[in-house]
Every structure is written in C-alpha cells, then in structure tokens.
C-alpha cells in the first residue's frame, strides 16, 4: 500500500501490463525540435549557482569513491538522503536530487522501476538537451488492460515518443510491483544501478525522507574477462561484485521478456566494483532448497548474514551474563501489513532471519555462552509527528498500518512495546532525557524510507554490524510467508510482491582506498586485506568524522582473522604501545548516515502509530484536517 489518494498525474505502479503500449504514441506529430539538433557531443553545461549544484549533483563523497585515494581511511556512507526542498543547505549536505541521478546528459537509456509514476515529473529530470533522445523503459505492475492506472500510464506515455511501458510478471492476486530502482545505460559505455525508497512522484521528491544507493559506474567487461552468471548455486563471495551480478540477473529475469534486452546489456558489464549483497523479492512459491543461486526475501536475508560477522558477546567477555551491551535491530518502515492476531511470523519468521550472524567464532571457547538475541524495535511516526510534518497530513497518504479491527488490535498490542517514534521528540514518548541528541535533520520529513539496521550495542548505537536499504516494508507480502512445504513436501516460501534492496556491513569497506575488486565477502574478503573496518552512523553528512579516540569503534566490529584481533582480550585503553598504535591506524570507519535521530524514543502508554485510513480531526501545522474517503 503506497498513496491512496493519487492526484491526476500520478498512477498506482503495482502490476505491470502490457510492453511497448505507448510506442506508437506521437507519430502523427511532427518532429520535435530537440531530436533535429545536434546533440553529440553534448554541449558542455554552465556553470551552477550553489543552490544548482545541490539539486544537480551527485554527492561528493560518491565521487571520492570513484577517484581512489590509497591514504584514505574514511569512507563515506554507501546510503544517500535525498534533498529536502523545504529545508536548508545545512540539512541538506551530501544529499541527491532526482535531476542529480538523471540529468547527465550522457545518459542514452533509462529503465525505471517503481510502484507510482508521474511521467511528467520523470521526464523533466532528464536534460533538456537530450530529454527527447534517452530511450526510456518504464515499468510498473497493472496487467489489467481496462486497469485505469495502466490507462494513464499509457496516456502520459504517448506523449513521448522515446518512452515504453512495460507490465511486471505478478501471479499472485495480492502482489505489487513495489521495487524503486533505475538502470542508467550511458553514451561512454557504462551502466548505473540505483535502487532507492521513493515513487516516482513530486511529493516524494520533496519534503519526505527517502534514501539513495547508487552503485559505482560499470564498465564493459574487457574481451578475455568472465564473470561467473551460471543459474546453478556456486561459492561466489557474500557481498562481492560477481554475486550481485548474478542475483540481480536473476532478478530481472523474474519480469521475463520485459527485461531482456536490459538483462543482454547488463550481462556484458563488470560488476567487481560493487561492495554489497542484493536482498531482493519476486512473487512466486520458491523452494529453499533446489539449485538456484539466488534466494528471495526473509530467506534471501537468512542466507546472507549467516556470513556477515557481528560484534558477538565474547567480545565483552566470554561467558558475560551482561546483556547491556546486546546488539538491537532497528526495523524503520512507512507501511506496516497485516502480520496476524500473534506474533509468530515476526518473531519465527522474520526475526529469526534477521537475527542470524557469521559472528567472530574463533573468539568463542566450547565453554563460553551463545551470544544474546538482538533486541528489536519498530520506528513509525504517530499521527502527531505526521501533523508536525513539512507536508502536514498530506504527507500521511503514503504512511499506512491500521488498527481497527479486532485483529489488528491484538496486533498492536504485541507491536506497542517494539513502537519508537520517528521524530524523537514526543512530549509523551518514553526515553532519556540525559543522552545527548543526535541530529539527522529529517525529523520534520516524514518517513517514506524504509532502513533496517544492526546496531552492535543497543545502549550507546555508536558502531554498526549491517544495514540494510530497501523499498520492502513489514508485511508477508514483501518477505514471504513462514515457511510452508511444496507438493514433494520441501520446504518453500510464498511471496506476493516485488520488492529489492541492498544490504551492506563494514568488512565490504577494508580497502579504503576505493579500488576493491570485489568488495568482499562476510570475511571473506577482509582475510586479503591488511585492515579492519568498523561502521559508525553519520549525521547531517555522509562522511564519518575520525573515530581514533573511540574504543567502542575499534573494537565493534568481529570477523575472520584478520578482525578479531581487537577484540580478543586487549584494547586500546589497556595501551599496547607501538602495536595498538599501528592496528588503530590501520582501521577504516565507514560512515552509514541516519535518517533518524538517536537516541530513540519509545511509545507513551496512550500513543499510537499513524492511521492513514482513519480521520484526524486535530488540525496540522497548516490548518488542516484529515478525512478518510
């Protein structure tokens, strides 16, 4: 469930039909001035106003990553805010813009993926220059023909000559095409994967907070190079280059002949500079434990962080019974399904699979305990914080749970005590009042991103064991059922919807100097590198500041060999001299910006979450009051 209330240019982007419906739009027409022009090469830009630049650029640390720097020790966040236009540059720093992603007039095609779409709106993105030239593939999910949303779609599609649509492959009757990604293929033969939070509208553009992963550019693969694609499962590294490759073919392979062409083009692209893992969903009933290499939602997650280490409880003791320091998964979403009268699929399904861990196993002795369970929490804004809002109520058309029925009373009871609070700053919210804030400068943004995110202490949140950005909310439509058997009675999960992500931990980051081959995998990467790597949250930046004088980084973080020496009975406060010096230096932090204040702050008893389909008669900050239709 995205907007309910669309206006006239924008179209519910679930379920895709048919290809090619708009191709023949405009031939009557005569030829527009831009395609008589001459466009190669582009004519060089202007130069911008700071504000310009804000709005058009990509953030400066995406481009430090692409011009290696052998001291660096720093790396900036993998994950990007978007620009707030209501909120100023201070709040605004490393931020993008949709003109930022898709203004380069080197730009020759655009596939975009979504779940609502303003074709108007996506179309000024482009540069005016070759506006009318890039060949763009929109692809949504309304198979019906008679569909009106398909309808609109297909109408504002005829206006541009250079635009096809294209319907998602969706065999369950409950699915969305709800994945937000854009694949840019550009004139000097590269490719760009971005895969962000927000529809293809203007409101989500603007003044709510959204979130941006941009993979490095793409080159062709040089003539005698190979890259392993096979459709059969393989030991390709967890996080590497390769493996992306192959699950996001695999993915694009699920819309079938929709995405062929793309899939041809993409095949012939080296994938190595990639450091994450593809955490995505495809509808279907899939086995988990046939051949194929590619596992989709809470399974997909499973797999992934049983090779992911975290910071485990050896690393404050073998044996402790000190659970203060226990790790805490923050779930953020802005729309949170119907998951059952009881928690067994949050707890058995999802959490379980969010939970799993490599962990520093070497540190662990046969007579030490297990490391404790994460503790969760679930942030989502209160109808208080949606009035507060820059867009006021407006902003609540694209947030949604509900908690009138009987069934989703009982839901709520059992979410209440996992409820924070978006903005952090609640007259009756539940919290310290001691600990400093720390600012994001989003909390007058209402949430449509969607983050998960493994702090390595729930006390102090100062170090990171993963994190997770994708357009998947809380429902078993986007992760999959629980666990069901098949007719030959194997194990299988049924998802309904499309949904696609990235998740990312600090080992990926250990070469700092920008020119990994591969990224790495859980450990398996960090065993070639000379470095450790911790993660530490950003705020109001991407770019960590540097952490050498904070232990809990240092030692935050466990893996294979090569990162459990700073955990493993020494740290830096019990001075080892010219060795801990020379380990301290060694350390790369990469940053992860926050959408979300910390530290967080729980529900009060009488609060509860956002209702979108409920009226709120208490007027905004605007003025205004919210009926439901």
């Known amino acids: 469930m995205e907007n309910n209330r669309p206006s006239n240019r924008t179209v519910h982007d679930a379920e895709l039909g048919e290809a090619g419906g708009a191709q023949n739009g405009g031939s009557s027409r005569t ?155 550009r004139a000097d033969d590269t490719a760009e994967i971005i895969i962000h939070t927000a529809n293809l509208i203007p409101r989500d553009w603007s003044n709510m907070t959204q979130a941006v992963w941009i993979s490095p550019r793409l080159p062709l693969l040089k003539p005698d ?104 998964i923050v779930i953020q979403i802005s729309s949170i399904a119907t998951l059952g009268p009881t928690d067994n699929w949050l707890k058995n399904t999802l959490f379980e699979a969010l ?34 809002s820059l867009d006021g109520y407006a902003s609540g058309g694209s947030i949604h749970t509900k908690i009138q029925s009987a069934q989703q009373a009982k839901q709520l009871q059992y979410l209440r005590p996992l409820f924070c609070h978006w903005a952090n700053d609640s007259a009756d919210g539940v919290g310290t009042t001691t600990t400093p804030i720390r600012e994001a400068g989003r909390n007058r943004a209402a949430p449509h991103i969607k983050t998960f995110i493994r702090f390595a202490n729930h006390k102090t949140k100062n170090s990171i064991d993963w994190a997770l950005l994708t357009s998947a909310n809380l429902s078993k439509q986007a992760w999959g059922d629980a666990q069901s058997k098949n007719n030959a009675g194997e194990p299988q999960v049924r998802i309904c919807s499309y949904e696609i992500g990235v998740l990312v931990w600090p080992e990926l980051f250990a070469d700092s100097d920008g ?10 990467g960090g065993e070639k590198r000379g470095r450790k790597a911790v993660m530490v949250p950003t705020f109001l930046t991407d770019i960590p500041a540097s952490h050498s004088s904070e232990k809990d980084r240092t030692s935050s973080v466990g893996g294979k060999e090569g990162l459990n020496k700073s955990t493993s009975g020494t740290s830096e406060e019990e001075g080892n001299g010219g060795d801990e010096e020379e380990e301290e230096k060694s350390i790369v932090v990469a940053g992860l910006r926050m959408p979300y204040n910390l530290p967080l702050q729980r529900y009060g008893l009488q609060e509860v979450p956002w209702v979108a389909t409920a009226n709120h008669l208490e007027p905004d900050w605007m003025g205004q009051v919210w009926r439901h239709e």
């Open 225 to 328: 190079a190979q890259q392993n694609t096979s459709s059969t499962r393989s030991s390709l590294p967890t996080g590497s280059g390769e493996k992306f490759k192959m699950d996001f073919l695999n993915y694009l392979r699920s819309y079938r002949a929709a995405c062929k062409p793309l899939i041809d083009q993409l095949a012939k692209c080296d994938f190595s500079s990639i450091r994450g893992s593809l955490i995505a969903s495809v509808p279907g009933r899939h086995s988990l434990v046939d051949d194929f290499p590619t596992r989709w939602g809470w399974a997909a997650m499973k797999e992934t962080l049983r090779l992911v280490p975290v910071r485990q409880a050896a690393d404050r003791g073998q044996g402790s019974d000190d659970d203060s320091e226990k790790p805490e």
């Open 515 to 524: 020119t990994s081959s591969g990224g790495g995998g859980g450990g398996g």
């Open 355 to 388: 939970s799993g861990s490599q962990g520093p196993k070497t540190l662990l002795s046969s007579k030490s305990k297990s490391p404790p369970k994460p503790d969760f929490k679930i942030i989502f804004p209160t109808p208080d914080e949606i009035r507060k």
């Open 31 to 185: 030829t527009p001035r831009s395609l008589s022009r001459a466009v190669s090469p582009p004519l060089k830009k202007r130069r911008t106003s700071p504000e310009e630049e804000e709005e058009q650029s990509f953030p400066a640390e995406q481009q430090a990553r692409k011009q290696p720097c052998p001291s660096r020790r720093v790396v900036a966040s993998p994950f990007h805010l978007t620009t707030i236009r209501s909120l100023g540059q201070n709040f605004n720093k490393d931020t993008v813009s949709l003109k930022g992603l898709l203004g380069d007039p080197l730009i020759k095609e655009c596939w975009e993926f979504n779940y609502l779409h303003d074709i108007d709106f996506l179309m000024s993105a482009f540069d005016s220059d070759v506006r009318h030239l890039v060949k763009v593939h929109v692809i949504h999910g309304f198979w019906k023909k008679e569909d009106p949303n398909r309808l609109q779609i297909q109408s504002d599609a005829a206006r541009y000559p250079n635009i096809t649509t294209h319907h998602a492959y969706l065999p369950e009757p409950f699915g969305t095409h709800h994945s937000k990604m854009m694949v840019l293929l």
